[in-house]
């Protein structure tokens, strides 16, 4: 319930007009890509068009990227998805095509499934079912196994489950995995969604901030007893007032306030939190802490991966800060600054606070070796994307093995911020840049004839 005497601080959100080209890469075992049952789509080196969901016809205006699957919001209101159905979160059901994929498997003699085809329904786009009539969506976000959208009016629809260390967990209390939309009962006058791993956040029109899902490493904002962690799986309010931003990696969490200063809390052994005080294995903020080393910086935007993070500033600067065995953070070993943290092997661990990143590869046109200012920041479990406020260009590094950085066949971990540079996506401004665990969706303004 709103309470009495709130001011608003935020506008209600609104849904995107813009309809875009979306392009996927990374692996898409299974069904990530969303480009058909083909086997010949597993695995996408660099970005390629997904002709399923064609800017004439179905005309996406938004995308979620979870970590195995993917939701489209449309220009008229509604949700399409694909990926890995497992816990429903794709929305619809999947599990006639998942027959006769069985039924077909017991009539090879294959042992090895690598060659076969997808699950048809999971791997192709197709909207989610079941949403009551006259609902319109505005917003789509998606945790590892749980999708959520944000109606015009403030609602929240959800569906999926949640999973924390020992398994799932269940969807609330009475469910272990919701299969449709279902609304969620005490939010109202929300404008943002933010989702982790396994947990959500919710922010209202006067800045106070809800959270539910898997509390284990404080991701919450507030402790959960283990005996009463089902409890955590309904929307709770922790004190939060005059937020005006929500974001979250993995298993932590952040937001900023209408003075522009940045809390974080959760999971920090590699300083993902910003927070360089409390570095070691197993260290967790267990509620919200101001990054003073974000304080002037007019961060606009915060996100983060499984263990790093980053944030963007209104002038387009990319601050980089958690682990670094991956290359998560972009920065060369050669420029690692003095303050970074190693291993008893004397092996760089993690940047404990958040640092500017300024380097990066080009490509062969430019001169420049300098990361251009920013106007979209994404991460993956282990690899990011930037695109560009320039020409819309996108640059990717991290963690690379599943092709998910969109470079090519190498399938080799990149060090420092790498402009993609394909057919495919030459000269189209992109917008938008989403990432998951091991492949990447991005989106882009039609060319200019």
């Given at each position: 319930?709103?309470?009495r005497?709130?001011v608003?601080?935020?506008?209600?959100?609104?849904?995107?007009?813009?309809?875009?080209?979306?392009?996927?890469?990374?692996s898409?075992?299974?069904?990530?890509?969303?480009?058909?049952?083909?086997?010949?789509?597993?695995?996408v080196?660099?970005?390629?068009?997904?002709?399923?969901?064609?800017?004439?016809?179905?005309?996406?205006?938004?995308i979620?990227?979870?970590?195995?699957?993917?939701?489209?919001?449309?220009h008229a209101g509604?949700?399409?998805?694909?990926?890995?159905?497992?816990?429903?979160?794709?929305?619809?059901?999947?599990?006639?095509?998942?027959e006769?994929l069985?039924?077909?498997?017991?009539?090879?003699?294959?042992?090895?499934?690598?060659?076969?085809?997808l699950?048809?329904?999971e791997?192709?786009?197709?909207?989610?079912?079941?949403i009551?009539?006259?609902?319109?969506?505005?917003?789509?976000?998606?945790?590892?196994?749980?999708?959520?959208?944000?109606?015009?009016?403030?609602e929240?629809?959800?569906?999926?489950?949640?999973?924390?260390s020992?398994g799932?967990?269940?969807?609330?209390?009475q469910?272990?995995?919701?299969?449709?939309?279902?609304?969620?009962?005490?939010?109202?006058?929300?404008?943002?969604?933010a989702?982790?791993?396994?947990?959500?956040?919710?922010?209202?029109t006067?800045?106070?901030?809800?959270?539910w899902?898997?509390?284990?490493?404080?991701?919450?904002?507030?402790k959960?007893?283990?005996?009463?962690?089902?409890?955590?799986?309904?929307?709770?309010?922790f004190?939060?007032?005059?937020?005006?931003?929500?974001?979250?990696?993995?298993?932590?969490?952040?937001a900023?306030?209408?003075?522009?200063?940045?809390?974080?809390?959760g999971?920090?052994?590699?300083?993902?939190?910003?927070?360089?005080?409390?570095?070691?294995?197993?260290?967790?903020?267990?509620?919200?802490?101001?990054?003073?080393?974000?304080?002037?910086?007019?961060?606009?935007?915060?996100?983060?991966?499984?263990?790093?993070?980053?944030?963007?500033?209104?002038a387009?600067q990319?601050?980089?800060?958690?682990?670094?065995?991956s290359?998560?953070?972009g920065?060369?070993?050669?420029d690692?600054?003095?303050?970074?943290?190693?291993?008893?092997?004397?092996?760089?661990?993690?940047?404990?606070?958040?640092?500017?990143?300024?380097?990066?590869?080009?490509?062969?046109?430019?001169?420049?070796?300098?990361?251009?200012?920013?106007?979209?920041?994404?991460?993956?479990?282990?690899h990011?994307?930037a695109?560009?406020?320039?020409?819309?260009?996108?640059?990717?590094?991290?963690?690379?093995?599943?092709?998910?950085?969109?470079?090519?066949?190498?399938?080799?971990?990149?060090?420092?911020?790498?402009?993609?540079?394909?057919?495919?996506?030459?000269?189209?401004?992109?917008?938008?840049?989403?990432?998951?665990?091991?492949?990447?969706?991005?989106?882009?303004?039609?060319?200019?004839?």
């Open positions: 319930r709103r309470p005497g709130a608003d601080i935020n506008a209600p959100a609104t849904r995107k007009t813009e309809k875009l080209n979306v392009y996927v890469f990374g898409g075992s299974m069904c990530e890509l969303g480009l058909g049952p083909a086997s010949k789509t597993k695995e080196k660099r970005p390629r068009i997904n002709s399923l969901v064609p800017i004439e016809t179905v005309g996406i205006v938004d979620a990227v979870g970590g195995a699957h993917t939701l489209c919001l449309d509604s949700i399409w998805s694909w990926g890995g159905n497992d816990h429903g979160v794709l929305g619809r059901d999947t599990s006639k095509a998942a006769q069985k039924d077909m498997d017991a009539g090879s003699d294959s042992e090895d499934d690598d060659d076969g085809d699950n048809e329904l791997s192709t786009p197709a909207k989610v079912e079941d009551p009539e006259g609902v319109k969506f505005v917003q789509v976000t998606a945790t590892d196994n749980l999708s959520a959208a944000l109606t015009e009016d403030g929240v629809y959800t569906w999926g489950t949640f999973r924390n020992e799932v967990m269940g969807f609330n209390e469910t272990m995995v919701q299969r449709s939309p279902v609304k969620m009962a005490g939010l109202n006058h929300i404008v943002q969604l989702a982790g791993k396994d947990h959500m956040l919710a922010l209202t006067w800045g106070a901030v809800f959270a899902g898997n509390g284990q490493q404080f991701q919450l904002g507030r959960v007893l283990e005996r009463s962690k089902m409890q955590g799986l309904s929307p709770r309010e004190g939060l007032k005059h937020i005006k931003f929500i974001g979250c990696g993995e298993f932590h969490a952040f900023i306030d209408n003075d522009n200063r940045v809390m974080s809390w999971l920090n052994q590699f300083g993902q939190c910003g927070l360089s005080e409390t570095i070691e294995d197993g260290a967790m903020i267990d509620g919200p802490t101001y990054v003073d080393a974000l304080d002037g910086k007019n961060i606009t935007y915060i996100t983060g991966g499984e263990h790093h993070s980053l944030a963007l500033n209104e387009g990319v601050y980089v800060f958690g682990r670094i065995d290359h998560e953070c920065i060369a070993v050669s690692l600054p003095e303050y970074v943290v190693k291993d008893a092997g004397g092996r760089a661990r993690c940047i404990p606070k958040p640092t500017l990143l300024t380097k990066a590869d080009n490509g062969d046109e430019e001169d420049s070796d300098l990361l251009p200012p920013c106007k979209v920041i994404a991460a993956g479990s282990h990011n994307l695109i560009s406020k320039t020409d819309g260009a996108v640059f990717s590094w991290g963690f690379g093995e599943s092709y998910q950085v969109g470079q090519g066949p190498d399938g080799d971990d990149v060090a420092t911020p790498t402009k993609i540079q394909n057919t495919a996506t030459k000269g189209v401004n992109m917008v938008f840049a989403g990432a998951g665990g091991q492949f990447s969706v991005i989106a882009g303004l039609p060319k200019e004839n």
